[in-house]
């Protein structure tokens, strides 16, 4: 029997994401009252409508988030998103993650699958801990260790794979350089084994945009 693993924060009115970054508004462009007027009686609909910056909840980020004309949303194969091979690295308790660290933790080929970088920061996603400074990141030798090894994908755990005090940031510029997509704010990677499971975070075909939320998950055999 197939396991799904849900990988992905639910995204509610108001909800802080990123520091700085305002939260979703969420509510009615037609709402079920209003709707009565409309349809025959006893029959009620209600259109939702969602303002939010691209960068909520559990996200993928594409080439154009990073650089100017590169690829954007509209432009991702499903092959690079969806039921990829995925490998674990479980660095919890570690900050600055290098590339000796991900040598340690990854077992065996990682080329066109999803390295998923489980920092166990993730359960802690709404508090002020989770907007910490020093939270967990790749560092520029792992970054280039990723890129010699060719995933599709990487994700982690935390509010951001790049060092948020490093405004060159290092890691999306040399990922998404490489055409490796970046999805933040995962959860519950935890419940992963480190090998044996297939992973998708498919966003919406989006053109103009880099960014944008996803329902990540994983599948267990």
């Known amino acids: ?21 305002p939260g979703p508004v969420v509510g009615d462009h037609l709402s079920r009252d209003a709707s009565r007027a409309i349809y025959a009686p ?6 939702g409508r969602i303002e939010m ?32 091979d995925g490998a674990l690295a479980d660095c919890a308790g570690l900050t600055a993650i290098t590339a000796a660290d991900l040598d340690k933790a990854v077992e065996g080929s990682i080329e066109d699958g999803a390295l998923l970088v489980g920092t166990g920061l993730g359960r802690h996603f709404g508090t002020e801990h989770y907007g910490d400074p020093a939270a967990p990141f790749l560092t520029r030798d792992a970054v280039e260790w990723i890129v010699r090894r060719r995933p599709a994908l990487v994700g982690i755990d935390s509010v951001n794979v790049d060092d948020r005090q490093d405004g060159e940031r290092p890691a999306h510029t040399g990922l998404l350089a490489a055409g490796i997509y970046v999805v933040e704010h995962l959860t519950g990677l935890d419940a992963l084994p480190a090998r044996g499971f297939r992973f998708s975070a498919v966003p919406p075909k989006v053109e103009g945009m880099g960014t944008f939320t996803v329902r990540a998950f994983a599948v267990l055999s």
């Open 53 to 84: 910056v691209a960068n909520t909840g559990t996200y993928l980020d594409t080439p154009s988030h990073r650089f100017d004309g590169g690829s954007d949303l509209g432009g991702v194969p499903l092959e690079r998103v969806a039921d990829l």
């Open 1 to 21: 029997m197939k396991r799904f693993v849900d990988l992905s924060h639910p995204v509610r009115a108001g909800m802080v994401t990123y520091p700085g970054l």
């Open 42 to 47: 006893g029959t009620e609909f209600q259109i």
